[in-house]
């Protein structure tokens, strides 16, 4: 693979000097909109707190963040004048509200956004987020497979990295049913194996992966704990069918669950991680209390961030020495370094 000027240059604006990934995700919706609405008392969560408090994470968490993933509803328009031009900015595009049909989950863009805006906006990376199970109804797969092709090729044209969330679901059937953006309980390893494999495919135009554990996060043991070669080597068929750069999310997951999943995400090969309320949901359950928010920001938050840049800068895998570009990494290299790129670059 070799990475176009736009892609190359979106790929290093995210990651550290070194080639890690330390991103924080702001995006979300749905477990902030939820608990801020619960506590008025009120169906749709008021804009003014929402945006305050993604405002509250990016001006808190920022320092100890390589790139910060932000939403058009909320993080941007509040957010944007708090954020340092230094880092990079990833933008959602996907809508946080699914469309669930007997067969399984069909995700769309959110209305009135696109690839093009991100990029006008001064985006560096677009991120999606597909549900996605192997075994929902071929239709349901199709339109889920079509979906992300379509964004994989405004990517292409728009010359933007291409960010790619996999998360798998419940379907009817299943014993356990959620529509939150949670882990599903009792998911199984080949689900999310399979998953990958499929959207790793060049069709999709994916630049870098976004994956959850394929290993329930209460279950996953460490490197050093009871069963750990069997969740490595899950760990690395993940990796493995990736193909390219690949962080990890949290899923909702506690900070020491999370913890280990680094830890055999990065001895697999992970790039870095991608994670929003491993590092801030306890902060947040002092909603109203905005000092108590901000404090837990400041510190256990902070202080958690910092534990895993540790664990990031000693074990992960730069991602620009990933294989996919080469034994000698050429394909993560300005191209062409002459006086023919003017000519040779396409515009839009």
Known sequence: MHLTPGKLWGMRRMADAHGRFKMTAVDQRPPIKGPIAAHHGVK???????????????????????????????????????????????????????????????????????????????????????????????????????????????????????????????????????????????????????????????????????????????????TDGDGAAEVQALFDEMGRLAGRPWVMLSAGAGKPQFRKIMEHAYAAGASGYLAGRAIWLDAFGHYPDWDAIRAGLEGD?????????????????????????GRDGAGARFSPRDDSFRQRYAGI
Not at 304 to 321: E, R, V
């Open 44 to 222: 749709d969560a008021p804009w003014e707190p929402v945006a305050k408090f993604k405002t509250m994470l990016i001006d808190t968490l920022q320092d100890q963040s390589t790139a910060l993933l932000l939403d058009p509803h909320f993080a941007l328009p509040m957010g944007m004048d708090v954020l340092k031009p230094q880092k990079g900015l990833i933008v959602t595009l996907e809508d946080s509200i699914f469309k669930e049909t007997p067969g399984g989950r069909l995700s769309s863009e959110i209305d009135q956004w696109s690839v093009g805006k991100i990029r006008r906006v001064g985006g560096d990376a677009v991120k999606v987020l597909a549900w996605y199970r192997p075994d929902a109804s071929p239709e349901v797969n199709r339109a889920q497979q079509d979906f992300t092709k379509r964004i994989g090729e405004a990517c292409a044209k728009y010359d933007i990295p291409f960010l790619f969330e996999l998360l798998v679901y419940p379907l009817a059937a299943d014993a356990h049913q959620t529509k939150d953006y949670v882990e599903m309980t009792g998911k199984r390893a080949d689900d999310v194996l399979k998953s990958v494999e499929e959207f790793a495919k060049p069709d999709y135009g994916v630049d870098v992966f976004k994956l959850e554990s394929p290993v329930n996060a209460n279950d996953v043991p460490g």
């Open 301 to 325: 938050a902070v202080d958690y961030m910092k534990d895993l840049n540790a664990l990031t800068d000693a074990k992960a895998t730069p991602w620009n020495t990933h294989p996919v570009y």
